[in-house]
């Protein structure tokens, strides 16, 4: 959970980086035929107990290599 949650953010910048929009905000267009492409998969699922959701509690330790 706490690496999807941190992926996302980390794809809906480089989006905005790029000049598009956030994925829950994205239409179709040449690359993608989905209408909606939400996420509530992952807070669903760390409601649920099956990780964590929120950024206050993960504990993100970055590596450079």
């Not at 999807?4 to 905000?25: E, N, S, Y």
Request: aromatic letters at 4%; charged letters at 30%.
């Amino acid at each position: 959970m706490a690496l999807d949650k941190t992926g996302h953010k980390v794809i809906d910048a480089k989006r905005q980086q790029m000049g598009m929009q956030p994925v829950a905000l994205a239409r179709p267009d040449r690359d993608s035929t989905f209408l909606n492409c939400q996420v509530e998969h992952i807070e669903i699922a760390g409601s649920l107990g099956l990780g964590v959701f929120d950024d206050a509690k993960i504990d993100l330790r970055r590596v450079k290599l």
